[in-house]
């Protein structure tokens, strides 16, 4: 079982540019949502997908957006990007589309945002 | 809206000894769960023991346990018998549909 993967593990961007990262869930995992997580802070919630729909989003602005993918993979999507959204990246999974209250998330090791 | 926090940036620990990481958080729900999570350098965050707030026991995994008091809505975690492969920073975590996590406790465990 591979666990949660996600690409790239780092990047770096120039502001006002556009980024794309990846997901892939646990084997058997339907849900994924998605973290910010700046330096030295906790996790930030921006959203959840499930059943390829947006169900929960947390207060993040429109810039950032996401699609899941039919085999329950997901991208995380940024335009117009600010250097304060230079971040840690996690991806987590569970199952249920119910929130992730009941089910174990299970989270990726995150791709390393710079935006410069 | 609901908040976690986490009072402690640092810890401090010695090898074998018994440690305990504090967590409030803020919430108007009455069914909702509580994580601690742990993110060492690797960065992946690891779920280290879970809380259902309808059950009254309180939950234990191995050398991790919570002290979960729900009227006070506090949400500690005791780390016995500490081993260095337990350094890394810890997160406290709520959640009644979306997940709402602390700054984070920084634990070191001297040797």
Redesign the interface.
């Known amino acids: 079982d591979a666990g949660v993967t996600q690409s790239p593990t780092h990047l770096i961007k120039t502001r006002g540019q556009q980024v794309t990262l990846r997901c892939s869930p646990k084997s058997g995992h339907d849900t994924v949502s998605w973290y910010q997580q700046a330096l030295g802070q906790g996790p930030q919630f921006i959203f959840q997908y499930y059943e390829e729909e947006e169900r929960q989003r947390g207060n993040f602005p429109d810039r950032f957006s996401g699609h899941q993918f039919p085999n329950y993979s997901s991208e995380l999507n940024v335009n117009a990007l600010l250097l304060g959204d230079s971040a840690l990246y996690l991806c987590a999974s569970s199952l249920g589309g119910q929130g992730i209250g009941g089910t174990e998330a299970f989270f990726g090791q995150g791709t390393r945002l710079t935006v410069v | 809206a609901q908040t ?1 926090t ?1 009072s402690q940036p640092e810890m401090s620990v010695q090898e074998a000894e018994t440690v305990t990481l504090s967590c409030t958080y803020d919430t108007s729900e009455s069914d ?2 509580l994580f601690w ?1 742990k993110q060492p350098p ?6 280290v023991i ?1 809380q ?1 707030a309808y059950k009254q026991q309180n939950a234990t995994e191995n050398r991790f346990s919570v002290n979960f008091q729900k009227a006070a809505k506090s949400f500690s975690l005791k780390i016995s018998d500490s081993q260095l492969g337990d350094a890394a920073m810890y ?1 406290c ?1 709520y ?10 406790t920084r634990l070191t465990v001297k040797p």
């Open positions: 976690v986490q909702y769960y999570y690797s960065r992946q965050m690891i779920l879970r259902e997160f975590a959640t009644d549909n979306d997940m709402r996590f602390g700054a984070g």
